[in-house]
């Protein structure tokens, strides 16, 4: 058996731990299991649904934890037993939603297992997106806020697929509108998410941490865009791969290879063995 340094690692998904390919290089997978089997606790972290994410990492051959929607749900990959639940009442999902109406946007709800959208089901950039993440978004052909106010959802988070160029713009404008009452954050370059204060990736590291009796100061998180911020920032040493947004690499601890140069088998080696 080797000696750990750091116990727990967590990892972003997109952009971090798959490659351009959509997939986990063998030797990032290779390093990951060794890693576990060695003791070492590794999680994936990702703004994706459990609906979505669960299927995925185990068609990867992935073990250990899996953190989604942002941080607000964690389950078990092996037998998708959920550990943690969280998410927003459906007056603040209202409220989100009506200030994104108000901007102009076309808007993605996410409650459980189920998105609710009001883009048309032919629209080619939410057939795409439907494709990556896997998922079927059940269309609402009217006012999306009063569709809320009626079901009355529990919602983990809340989306705007929004050109490249106007991500940065809508992304200050929703965190003016909604006054630091919601966890306002970007992931891809095509999405901006609102999501629960206090109930992001930051506090998925350390649900998991406590847990596990892991000190803070011995966890990795490791990360690619600003919806990985919280989590670099808690952790005990906060990675951003070699192809993250400047924002992410400026609060890092260590900038390590990108994710198809298969950056977390660096970071393995790196921290997670004595």
Sequence with gaps: MKNLN???????????????????????????DEYIANGGVFAVC?????YCILPRVRELGLKGF?????????????????????????????????????????????????????????????????????????????DIVGFVLKNKPFCQKVAILVAPEKQAELYEEL????????????????LVEVSPLNDNKG????FLAEKFGIPIEKTVAVGDNLNDLSMIKAAGMGVAVGNAVDALKEAADFVSETNNEGAIAQIIEKFGFA
């Design 6 to 32: 750091y116990k727990l690692i967590v990892s972003d998904f997109d952009g971090t731990l798959i490659d351009g390919n959509q997939q986990v290089p063998s030797k990032v997978k290779a390093a990951i």
């Design 46 to 50: 990702t703004g994706r649904i459990l």
């Design 66 to 142: 899996v953190v989604a929607s942002q941080g607000t749900v964690i389950a078990d990959i092996e037998s998708g037993k959920i550990i943690k639940n969280g998410g927003m009442d459906y007056s603040g999902v209202a409220e989100i939603c009506r200030n994104i109406k108000e901007l102009g946007h076309p808007v993605n709800v996410y409650c459980d297992d189920d998105l609710y959208t009001d883009i048309p089901k032919d629209n080619k950039f939410l057939q795409m997106y439907e494709r990556v993440v896997g998922i079927d978004a059940k269309y609402i052909g009217g």
């Design 175 to 190: 965190k003016k509108r909604l006054q630091g009452k919601y966890d306002v954050t970007c992931s891809a370059t095509v």
């Design 203 to 206: 506090t998925g590291l350390k």
